[in-house]
């Protein structure tokens, strides 16, 4: 890991004991299956199935929140509790927002591995 990459994944490495190995492991895991979840939820957003929409969400908030506590984390958060509402129109506004943050986040981890 870079200097650089050490600061911006401070947070995450302290919640890994500083293990810098781990951290690009977790990287690798999040790297490969994270795209994958992420065009579900795209697909479920659009199909309107919102309690998929939570579930999905769900997933993706808990492989990214290793990482970052705020940011696409927490708009996911948002995500979720609108379509655990019931709320279609809100799902589509937040996803709309998260979606380009969570593919940067995405990114940022992928060039951790």
């Known amino acids: 890991m870079t200097e650089e990459q ?6 995450a ?6 293990d810098c ?10 790297s490969e299956d994270a795209p994958d979840v992420l065009e ?7 199909a309107d199935q919102l309690p998929l929409v939570a579930s999905t969400a769900h997933k993706l908030k808990g492989m990214l929140s290793t990482f970052d506590t705020a940011g696409p ?3 996911l958060e948002e995500l979720i509790a609108s379509a655990r509402e019931g709320k279609p129109h ?7 927002s998260v979606e ?9 981890i992928l060039l951790l591995n």
């Open 73 to 75: 984390v927490l708009e």
């Open 21 to 30: 190995d781990l951290l690009s492991a977790m990287a690798a895991m999040v």
């Open 13 to 18: 490495l302290s919640r890994v004991a500083g």
């Open 40 to 46: 579900s939820l795209r697909a479920q957003v659009a």
């Open 100 to 108: 380009s943050h969570v593919e940067a986040l995405l990114q940022e």
């Open 90 to 96: 809100q799902v589509a506004i937040y996803f709309q």
């Open 6 to 11: 050490k600061r911006r994944f401070s947070e």
